[in-house]
């Protein structure tokens, strides 16, 4: 169970879509596969588009297969861990990398900015400009 935990936390930091099933069912998903509607306690045979068969029979290892979602056929890196099954999604790299130097461009202008406002509300006394 402690594992599990540890899984999952592992997961939720991740970038790309991720979710986990077990016993056919979605039973955890990250950000990233939220973003997408994928919902803890969806049947994983109703997004299976191909390799239902080669699923079905997996007891080890990596296996590559296709999802419907959100009217897309998404490539998914599957892996089993255990009693779980992880799903990795295939995202379009571009893409990510966009946002991830989005981020880096917006987070230092913004923490200097939260941090001086910080700075600023530790000498007010004012109720209304603190409000403010």
Sequence with gaps: MEDQKELFGLLDMMVQPVFCVQENFIIRTNTAARQLFLKE???????????????????????????????????????????????????????LQALALASGQLRSPLNSALAQTASLLETQEDPQTLSQ
């Design 41 to 95: 306690g969806t049947p994983i045979d109703s997004l299976l588009e191909t390799g239902a068969e080669d699923y079905a029979q997996l007891s080890e290892g990596c296996l590559f297969l296709t999802l419907s979602l959100c009217g897309q056929h998404i490539g998914a890196a599957v892996q089993r861990i255990g009693n779980l099954d992880i799903f990795q999604l295939t995202t379009d790299n571009s893409v």
